[in-house]
């Protein structure tokens, strides 16, 4: 009994912790809940996932509404703090930047997609210099796009947009069945086998142990050889006679050569020994 107990205070203790470890997006701009909420439930399932992934100069690390990494990296714990998206350079992981925070989410959602976004990152260097001349802080976009055939997905860099005076962003895409309006068409990879090939199968199959067990049988138990050993020959012999015969019937035009009532130019000297056309008599004699 007190066994159990302690399991049970245990395992209370084990959830609190991890959703008191559990951060969330805040939104910051809204001035009521009900217009995020909705974009908030699309991507519900994928809250608390953590991807990491590359483009040709650039690791990304990107979390759903929680940090981007965890842990962080000892001497980057109060810089990185609430970090949604890092961006590191592939080559010197000391030029890393913080794209987004958690912290100042927006979102907006639509019938089967979801935009994430997150404001506040570092400030850029020499691009984006904004309207009043100080340059822009850095963000990201998360565009999460319905598609059946994807489970969970992951996101992936689409562009850096920083070729403009403000307004720069990161922009990601994230391929994924969870924000679809509905999930029951959901494309399942197709099994591959029709009926017809199941079918085909069965019979390859009982065709292979009928022709061997009759093998076996008649060489080992009738003592049959050579050609003998095929299991009920005669039968199929039989068989393959009607067969033809059926062909014979259906398949053959006949020996009934209609006579020629024609004569080609030519016919002459293939030296044919052939009567009087039959239109003979209707010349005038
Ligand atoms: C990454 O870091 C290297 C070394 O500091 C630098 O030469 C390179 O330009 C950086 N790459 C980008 C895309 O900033």
Redesign the pocket.
Known sequence: MVKHLLIFLFAAFLVLVSTAEQKDCTFPRYKSNDKRKKGEDQIELLKGRRYQFEDK??KYHVGICTDAMDPYPEDKKDVWTDAAVIQI????SE?AHVIGKITEADIIAGPDWVMLEYNNGEKYGTHCEGQDGNNENRRAKIMFICDHTVDDGEPYIIEEQNGKTESCYYLFGFDTQVVCKTTTPKVTVKSGLSVGSVLLIVFVCVAGVYLLAGLLYNRFVVHAKGIEQIPNLSFWRDFGNLQADGCDLVCRSGRSREPRTYKGIGDDQLGEDEPITSDEHLLPM
């Open positions: 100069y650039y350079n592939k080559t010197n030029d």
